[in-house]
C-alpha cells in the first residue's frame, strides 16, 4: 500500500490505487465546506479526490446532524418588474370576397366585424 500525507494525517492507498480515507480528513474536508464557505471543489482538488466524493462527505454530515439536504425551496420565485406594459401580440386576418380583401385585428369584436363584411358585401 502506498501512503501521503494530507494535512499532516496519514492517507493510505491501495495497490489498485482505491484511497482508504480517514475520518479525520473526512471531519477536516467538511468544516471547510460547510463550516469556512470553502468551495467543494477547491477542498476536492488539495486531496486529490473527486468533488462527488466530498459533497457525499457533507450530506452525510448534514444528516447525522438532523439537517435535511434542501432545507430551503428547490425554485425561487422569479418577479418581472416593468414600467411599461406587456405588448400583446395581435393578429392579423384575412377576408377576400370576391375581388374584394379585408385585413382586420384577429381581436376585433363580432358586432365590428359584422359591419365591416356586410359593408364588403354592398362595395
Do not use: Y
Not at 486531496?47 to 454530515?61: F, M, P, Q, S, T
Not at 438532523?66 to 393578429?91: H, K, N
Amino acid at each position: 500500500m502506498a501512503e501521503r500525507t494530507i494535512w499532516g494525517i496519514s492517507v493510505e492507498t491501495s495497490p489498485l490505487g482505491r484511497v482508504s480515507w480517514p475520518n479525520e480528513i473526512k471531519r477536516i474536508a467538511v468544516e471547510r465546506v460547510l463550516e469556512m464557505g470553502e468551495r467543494i471543489a477547491m477542498v476536492a482538488m488539495e486531496l486529490d479526490a473527486h468533488e462527488n466524493l466530498v459533497r457525499k462527505w457533507c450530506i452525510a454530515a448534514r444528516r447525522s446532524r438532523g439537517e435535511t439536504v434542501a432545507q430551503q425551496p428547490r425554485f425561487a420565485p422569479v418577479m418581472i418588474a416593468s414600467d411599461q406594459p406587456l405588448a400583446s401580440t395581435v393578429m392579423i386576418c384575412k377576408l377576400t370576397i370576391e375581388n374584394a380583401t379585408l385585413e382586420f385585428p384577429s381581436n376585433i369584436a363580432e358586432d365590428d366585424l359584422a359591419r365591416l363584411v356586410r359593408g364588403l358585401r354592398g362595395a
